[in-house]
């Protein structure tokens, strides 16, 4: 079965970088979209940004410019590197297979939090 298990979260302060990993098995890795996305507390789960098998990206715009997506078909991971972090992107972070939109079981996630 599909499994996706989000590593790299933290405490950081405001100004700050982290770099989240997802790692994926059970499908076919470097032929599928993979995306990540986020909730916040007393927030529904919001997208974050995408990549496609042929590495093309997209963001929402609250993250354009601070955050990257990036991935490794050799090792089934899809990353999100995230700088100049800001209070307001405290939230458990997941990834998730598709572009538009999750399709498959959310794994665990990853907290991140921002002081500020």
């Known amino acids: 079965q599909v499994q996706l298990v989000e590593s790299g979260g933290g405490l950081v302060q405001a100004g700050g970088s982290l770099r989240l990993s997802c790692a994926a098995s059970g499908i076919v890795f470097r032929l599928s979209a993979m995306g990540w996305y986020r909730q916040a507390p007393g927030n529904q789960r919001e997208w974050v940004a995408s990549?496609?098998?042929?590495?093309?990206?997209n963001y929402v715009d609250s993250v354009r410019g601070r955050f990257t997506i990036s991935r490794d078909n050799s090792k089934n991971t899809v990353y999100l590197q995230m700088n100049s972090l800001k209070p307001e992107d405290t939230a458990v972070y997941f990834c998730n297979v598709g572009y538009d939109m999750a399709t498959k079981p959310w794994g665990q996630g990853t907290q991140v939090t921002v002081s500020s």
């Open positions: 990549i496609t098998m042929s590495g093309a990206t």
